[in-house]
């Protein structure tokens, strides 16, 4: 369907691709990965012929049609309503819907049969190209990325960039290309127009190219990946996750092949150093000389897996409670936000706060810093210090300043080395540490604004969108980082992947209050899952974080308690654990004493020995048994 050939490409002096080669066939579903700056939108212009390659060629099919979603169709601007600017795609039937209402209007003074055939003819049209059906297709489609029905007659104008990337989207999908180009399509999403997007193209006929940083969205959609890699294009047959199981396998393949050629390339060194002047080796000599000239050199595998590992100062730490919100109610005129919510933010807690656009999650997070005005009370606990994320705040960096005069300035008491390694963390490595801000991409001002905001003195976090235009290894480490956090902090995030790995209670905002899952977000899903299925017929209810709901202890898709008495529970554990871990050692050492000959040879001695290991033993049964009903208790 469409190729590209050995194509090069160069950006002044630097050479985004070499000798490249990729074949695309219809069905395929390609996720075009690498981090950022290696050329992964570069491609896809090149593909949609926006670029033209410097070296090779790129051919395609003769009814091949290309659509690309990019970023810089966010500055797209109309004053035409959201449903008229989709409705585009269907370029031709609008524009006989246009001449069959002109003939409609004639036709109220001047009916002829010229004119009564010509509409025939036209509506004939019309019909085949299912032009009764595109404002129906169209507003499904926009209402399946979030927009409401009250929405799709307001003027594109009125929209934020990432609306309107939405609504081209929309007229992209409609539009029904051979090859579906989307640069970042998740970026401006939330989670209920993802998993909408998802279910969409998952039916799409036609081949897909998706660069995206969203994992589990790769997963679930391509069946290829395409990692751009040093100027090459190298394919794996498979998702994301069989990705990166392949590759794993495939750089031990190639560490063992390389340490092979280097034993290889030292012996025949050793042989010619030792051998060179010796006239009876000199053409041995030559021949090893010879034969290592004309070796293809196998390159070391370099380790791309970026690790965090630094440690995380609190100068003060908090109590118990966090933040609480007391009948907490905003609204903005006539939207209301949360009406007399109540709800408590404790000492541990990792909440990923989620839903979708519209709901209030930002609102939320600047109520909890006290960036809003509102009606209630929201109190700070005591010795708590709070350090807010947003991406607005990336406006708020030094440009004039280099990346360690920006960490410097956050307070910390970090050494230069210190802040090096951690720039190192955010893959800023060696002289990058010198450069200024102002020559940084939006990604890397990203890692630098998430670096400052990590190496503060806070011991409470407020994260709004942190995985907005960070590639797969910048999410990664941001991962990593918050894992090593020990502190409390409360997140926004469209990234399932990223929600997965870093939370251990859920929040959202539904009838105006706010809620709460006290689990994980793989444990929230499957609660909903397993309730959308048990309950087919019945809204699925989530209790608010005041009252959580109680139900069958027994079923985990059904258990919801109360995060303090959670608490207590996992408090009441680590006792056990630590009771249990006594009473082994003493059962142990009773053990030794009844094996000593002094011991078991003197009756009483023996006795009062083994009436010990028989209390130990008793009672260490007794706390073995309450340790495990807890624990199953908790895994409910």
């Not at 009814?63 to 959201?82: K, P, R, Y």
């Not at 190219?209 to 190298?234: A, C, M, P, W, Y």
């Not at 000599?285 to 609190?314: H, Y």
Request: include cysteine; aromatic fraction near 8%; hydrophobic fraction near 35%.
């Amino acid at each position: 369907m469409l190729s590209l050939n050995n194509i090069s490409f160069y950006f002044g002096s630097r050479a985004m691709y070499n000798d490249a080669s990729l074949h695309i066939k219809p069905k395929d579903r390609i996720g075009l990965i690498g981090p950022n700056g290696a050329g992964k939108s570069t491609l896809l212009r090149l593909l949609s012929g926006e670029y033209q390659p410097d070296g090779g060629s790129i051919s395609k099919g003769k009814d091949c049609t290309v659509g690309f979603l990019n970023q810089d169709l966010m500055s797209f601007l109309s004053e035409e309503s959201i449903l008229n600017v989709a409705m585009q795609a269907f370029g031709e039937a609008v524009a006989i819907e246009a001449e069959i209402e002109e003939i409609l209007q004639k036709m109220e003074t001047d009916y002829t049969d010229d004119l009564v055939e010509k509409l025939a003819n036209l509506q004939e049209e019309f019909e085949r190209l299912d032009g009764y059906n595109m404002r129906n297709l169209t507003s499904e489609i926009l209402e399946g990325l979030g927009f409401s029905t009250a929405d799709l007659e307001r003027p594109l104008r009125e929209f934020s960039g990432g609306w309107r990337m939405r609504v081209m989207l929309a007229k992209l999908l409609l539009q029904k290309p051979s090859l579906l180009m989307l640069d970042e399509p998740t970026n401006h999403m939330d989670l209920p127009s993802i998993q909408w997007i998802e279910q969409y193209l998952s039916n799409y006929e036609g081949a897909l190219i998706i660069v995206s940083h969203d994992r589990q969205f790769l997963d679930n959609i391509v069946n290829t990946i395409v990692e751009v890699n040093g100027g090459k294009l190298v394919p794996y047959s498979g998702n994301y996750s069989f990705y990166m199981e392949e590759k794993a396998l495939r750089q031990e393949i190639q560490k063992g092949a390389y340490e092979n050629q280097q034993a290889q390339i030292k012996q025949a060194e050793r042989f010619i150093e030792r051998f060179r002047s010796k006239a009876s080796k000199a053409t041995l000599v030559q021949s090893r000389i010879k034969a290592l000239e004309r070796l293809d050199i196998i390159d070391d595998v370099i380790d791309e897996t970026a690790r965090v590992n630094f440690k995380f100062n609190f100068s003060n730490h908090p109590g118990k409670t966090i933040v609480a919100l007391d009948s907490i109610s905003k609204a903005y005129g006539d939207k209301v936000i949360l009406k007399n919510s109540t709800s408590v933010i404790e000492r541990g807690d990792k909440i990923a706060l989620i839903g979708a656009n519209g709901k209030g999650k930002s609102t939320l997070l600047r109520i909890i810093s006290d960036d809003e005005e509102i009606e209630g009370e929201r109190t700070f606990g005591h010795n708590v210090s709070a350090s807010f994320f947003a991406q607005h705040q990336l406006e708020s960096l030094n440009i004039n300043n280099t990346l360690l005069e920006e960490l410097q300035q956050t307070g910390t008491s970090k050494t230069e080395m210190e802040l090096r390694s951690i720039l190192g963390c955010f893959l800023f490595s060696g002289e990058d540490a010198f450069k200024k801000i102002k020559v940084l991409s939006g990604g890397e001002k990203s890692r630098v604004a998430l670096a400052k905001t990590l190496i503060s003195h806070a011991n409470f976090l407020m994260l709004d969108e942190p995985t907005n235009h960070l590639d797969i290894q910048s999410v990664n480490i941001l991962i990593q980082a918050l894992q090593q956090y020990e502190g409390t902090y409360i997140a926004i995030s469209h990234d399932r992947h990223f929600l997965s790995h870093i939370a251990n209670k859920i929040w959202y905002i539904e009838d105006y209050q706010i809620k709460e899952f006290p689990g994980t977000y793989n444990e929230y899903e499957r609660f909903i899952e397993e309730n959308k299925a048990n309950n087919k017929n019945e809204p699925i209810k989530l209790t608010s974080s005041k009252n959580l709901h109680k139900s069958n202890a027994a079923t985990v898709a059904t258990t919801v308690d109360s995060s303090k008495e959670i608490a207590k529970l996992k408090k009441r554990v680590d006792v056990l654990e630590k009771e249990i871990t006594a009473l082994e050692k003493q059962k142990a050492e009773i053990e030794n004493e009844l094996s000593k000959v002094e011991i078991y040879s003197n009756p009483t001695k023996f006795e009062a020995e083994n009436n010990k290991f028989i209390a130990v033993t008793k009672q260490l049964d007794e706390l073995q048994t309450e340790w495990e009903n807890a624990i199953i208790t908790l895994e409910a």
